[in-house]
Every structure is written in structure tokens, then in C-alpha cells.
């Protein structure tokens, strides 16, 4: 028994955990190495409005614009309100961003920001964060670490989480119970064929929490970003956004740099218009579409993004001179499990921060260097919240509707069981960049399938049942969203339609 449980170890976790850590004893439930998590993949930067020419309001509708009339600006204004306190809190503990010649942050600029007001540790600012996050966690002598920890299911008494079970690397099963439980898990890139996400980002809370009868909302919405490398043989490793801000331009076969001819903004537009564009442009030409920054300062290039000119030089590449393939991967997930402003589900005595979590704040669409912002600000709200008399978040029936039961119904189509590596292929496939009935309800029929088969209880078969969870939800939520907005576009509804879609959509079990 512990009073406080956090199962996940990147940037909403270990900020939660260091919050905790003078209330009570924290235990840390990681799924691998300490570090391995989407935050140590990170690389362009934290946004906060530190800069002289910024506001939290000039960031807040930068926000809300990038997410496509979706945001829920109260959880926004909370987002840049309190972003600058705990990143400035974040370099009073000794984080090693990049600094100017007088000494301060030094800001660089993504797409859809409209001033510089993105910190960055070179090309690496994830690792850089939580490797302070970390020290200051092994500093507390309340919280307490296991490694290699498969949680399989929450525990559930009374309508309200007690604990967690889960499989330690010899498949041996534990329970660990809490006065209050916090998911901190990460994304679900690994449900995508393409992704930049890590091994471990399978979606695990999303399907846990979901399991459990809590709420999740909005996972329809995918962020494919634009630029990861796409190079036969290669891994997909992630070209940061932070290249075309500094300059980088995407180009065609033939030299071409063809953004504006699809966005005003460019090589700057929101990411999924990138995403599509580089498809489209591929398909138009085609041809590869690759990034070049040949035209900039070889020595910068190379000083401002070495992880990436590294990664580049194991596959052959000069990131300074050479043309670099690049495509769009899954990368973030705008949806997840239900929150309020502090963390709290729909579940008592569990919360969520992160990118597991959904607090609305993202939108349709989120915004270039806002989920490590997302993760430190909502993880230290939660950590107060947990040490609060227990209560579910408020219901807001402004803002959701409920909408399961009016899912169409898929074709009936004959399928055989789904693998592991053909759940991330389906879905690939079909609710991916561009979505259309036919696509989804094949996918829905084949995960629906795949749903309902006895469960392997062996650490192997619980992660692939996690990943087939998640798949499913997120078919069905496109299936059912009939229009195109932000991260979600359906060829066969290819406009934005406020008068029926302007509403998150909430799933829970028994009603999907």
C-alpha cells in the first residue's frame, strides 16, 4: 500500500511524482528503462510566453486556432497562463536550454506559433527535461521506482481506483493498491504502422482506463506529423518541426518548394496540412518530397540539430547538405481519457496527465511544442489534486455529447484473427491521413473481431489486446465523425462541419 501511484515515468509523471513527494509515499510504475518514454523523444522544444513580444493570450489563440474549433479554452488559458511559472521553474532547477548573448532563453519559432517562443536544448529537449525531472525524483526519499512494470489491469472498488495490477519481466503478477492512481503512460503511436513514437507507446492507459468504465474522449483525432524520415531500410525517425522553423524547406523531386501553393503559412502551415500536402505532392510528382536546408549556414545547421544530423549520418545523410526524404508518421494523439483542469476522471481517486489524458486543451489539432508544456503543467495540477478529498470530474454537457449508440453499423465481411504487426497495418491503411467509410468499417469489422477473442493473459498477448483496444476506439471514432477537422480528414467529407461536429465526442464502455 501507497498513497500515491503513478504508472508512467516522462514529463506529467515525474512532475506529479515531485509534487507528491512531501504528502505522502509515491511509487513510480515504469513500463521500461526509466527514460523510455515519448519525452526523451521530444525534440523541438517547450512553448511558453516568456518572450518580450508574447502573452499568454497571443499564445492561447495560437492554440486555439492550430485546434480547429475544438479547444476548451478554459483548459488553454490555464495551459499559458501557468506554462511560463513552471518552465521558469523548470531552469531554476538547473535544465540546460539554449541561451542568447545576453544570457536568456533563446526562442525559436515552429509552425502555427506567430512570435518565437519556443525553448529548445538543441535538437533534444525532451531527454534534456527529463533528465532534471529525473534528479529531482531520485532526490526524494518518499518516492520509490519499479522498473519493467506491465500494468495489466486498475483496480476498482466501489466505482473508485484502489490500485493497479501488473506483470514484473518474469510474468509474475502484483497488485499495488493507492489512495489515488494516476495514469502518466503516453501516447499510442504504435497503433500506426508509421510512427515516431517509441516502442512503448502502445496506448496501455487509454485502454486501461477505458476497461475500468472511464470515460475517453476525442480519439479520433491523430497528429501525423509531417516530417518523419522516410528512407528505405531506415528507421522513422523524427525531422523536427524546429528545421523549418529555422529556415528548412520541403521540396519536391524536382527542387520544387511547393507549401505555399497548398498554405499561406507554407512550410509553416499546421501539421496536418503539411502531412496531407507532402502526400499529395508525392502522389501529384511522383516522387519523394524531401527537406533541404542546404541554403542555410552548414556549421549552424549542424550545431543547432545535432541529434539529428547524427541520426542522418548513420543512414548516409548530410542533414546540412543533402536532400532529406521525409513523410508523415503518427505522432501524437489529440484524445485520451477524460480530465478536468486537474487531472481527474470520470473514475474517483484516478487521474490522468499527459498525453494519455484529455483535458480538451489541444483540440482537433495541437499545437507545435505544447505537450511537454501539457505535461508539466497538468501533471504538478493533478499532483495537487490526488492529495484532495476524492471526487470525479464534473460532467460538462456543454461541451460533450454522447454519441456511441448512433454508430453506423459496419458491412458484414468475412476476416481472420488479427496479429500484432497487422493491427498497426489496418489501421495505417485505413484511419490514417485520409480516412473514408468504406476503409474505417473494414477496420471496425476486423478490430471488432479481433475484440472479442479469449484473452492471452502472457505479457505478449495483454500488450497486443491494449493495442487492439485502442485501434478499435479510435476506428470507431472516426467511422462516426463525419466531417474533416484538424488531425481527422475524411475524403468522402472533406469539409469542417460546425452545425453537427462542433462537440467532443466521449466513449465509454458499454455505450461503443
Known amino acids: 500500500m501507497v498513497d500515491f501511484l503513478v504508472v508512467g515515468g516522462g514529463v506529467a509523471g515525474l512532475r506529479a511524482a515531485i509534487g507528491l513527494g512531501g504528502a505522502g509515499r509515491v511509487l513510480i510504475l515504469t513500463k521500461a528503462e526509466p527514460a523510455e518514454s515519448n519525452t526523451g523523444y521530444a525534440q523541438g522544444g517547450i512553448a511558453a510566453a516568456i518572450g518580450d513580444d508574447d502573452t499568454p493570450a497571443l499564445h492561447a489563440g495560437d492554440t486555439i486556432r492550430a485546434g480547429d474549433g475544438l479547444c476548451d479554452e478554459t483548459a488553454v488559458r490555464v495551459l499559458v497562463e501557468q506554462g511560463p511559472g513552471y518552465v521558469r521553474e523548470l531552469l531554476a532547477w538547473g ?13 525559436g519559432r515552429e509552425a ?12 533534444a529537449t525532451g531527454r534534456e527535461m527529463g533528465r532534471v525531472l529525473w534528479e529531482r525524483v531520485r ?14 489491469d486498475l483496480i476498482i472498488e466501489r466505482g473508485r481506483a484502489a490500485g493497479v495490477s501488473y506483470l514484473d519481466p518474469a510474468g509474475v503478477h502484483h497488485e499495488v493498491r493507492a489512495t489515488a492512481t494516476l495514469l502518466a503512460t503516453g501516447g499510442a503511436g504504435q497503433v500506426f504502422r508509421e510512427t515516431t513514437n517509441p516502442a512503448v507507446a502502445t496506448g496501455d492507459g487509454i485502454a486501461l482506463a477505458y476497461d475500468a468504465g472511464a470515460r475517453v474522449a476525442d480519439l479520433e483525432f491523430i497528429q501525423f506529423h509531417p516530417t518523419a524520415l522516410n528512407l528505405a531500410g531506415a528507421p522513422r525517425f523524427l525531422i523536427s518541426e524546429a528545421l523549418r522553423g529555422e529556415g528548412g524547406r520541403l521540396v519536391n523531386d ?8 497548398y498554405h499561406p503559412d507554407g512550410d509553416l502551415a499546421p501539421r496536418d496540412i503539411v502531412a496531407r500536402s507532402i502526400a499529395r505532392e508525392s502522389e501529384r510528382t511522383g516522387g519523394p518530397v524531401c527537406l533541404t536546408l542546404a541554403h542555410l549556414d552548414p556549421d549552424y545547421v549542424t550545431r543547432r540539430f545535432p541529434t539529428i544530423a547524427a541520426m542522418c549520418r548513420q543512414v548516409g545523410l548530410d542533414l546540412a547538405r543533402d536532400p532529406i526524404p521525409v513523410g508523415p508518421a503518427a505522432h501524437y494523439i489529440m484524445g485520451g481519457v477524460q480530465t478536468d483542469e486537474w487531472g481527474r476522471t470520470s473514475l474517483e481517486s484516478l487521474f490522468a496527465a499527459g498525453e494519455v489524458a484529455c483535458t480538451g486543451v489541444h483540440g482537433a489539432n495541437r499545437l507545435a511544442s505544447n505537450s511537454l508544456l501539457e505535461g508539466l503543467v497538468f501533471g504538478a495540477r493533478a499532483a495537487v489534486a ?22 453506423p453499423q459496419p458491412s458484414a465481411i468475412s476476416h481472420q484473427p488479427l496479429t500484432p504487426p497487422e493491427v498497426p497495418d489496418l489501421m495505417w ?12 468499417e473494414q477496420a471496425v469489422a476486423r478490430l471488432d473481431a479481433a475484440a472479442a477473442a479469449p484473452l492471452d493473459a502472457t505479457p505478449e498477448g495483454r500488450r497486443h489486446r491494449n493495442l487492439v483496444t485502442v485501434a478499435r476506439l479510435v476506428a470507431r471514432a472516426a467511422l462516426r465523425r463525419e466531417e474533416s477537422r484538424g488531425g481527422h480528414f475524411r475524403a468522402d467529407f472533406p469539409a469542417r462541419d460546425d452545425a453537427r461536429w462542433k462537440l467532443h465526442v466521449v466513449d465509454a464502455r458499454g455505450t461503443a
Open 429 to 440: 491503411r485505413h484511419a490514417g491521413l485520409f480516412r473514408t467509410r468504406d476503409g474505417l
Open 112 to 123: 502555427a506559433h506567430s512570435v518565437r517562443r519556443v525553448l529548445h536544448a538543441r535538437d
Open 139 to 152: 532526490a526524494l526519499p518518499s518516492v520509490a521506482t519499479i522498473d519493467h512494470a506491465l500494468v495489466t
Open 95 to 107: 535544465a540546460r536550454f539554449e541561451r542568447d548573448a545576453n544570457g536568456r532563453p533563446a526562442l
Open 386 to 407: 490526488m492529495q484532495e478529498p476524492p471526487r470525479a470530474a464534473a460532467p460538462k454537457p456543454d461541451r460533450v455529447t454522447f454519441r456511441s449508440a448512433g454508430l
Open 254 to 261: 524536382r527542387g520544387e518548394a511547393f507549401m505555399p501553393q
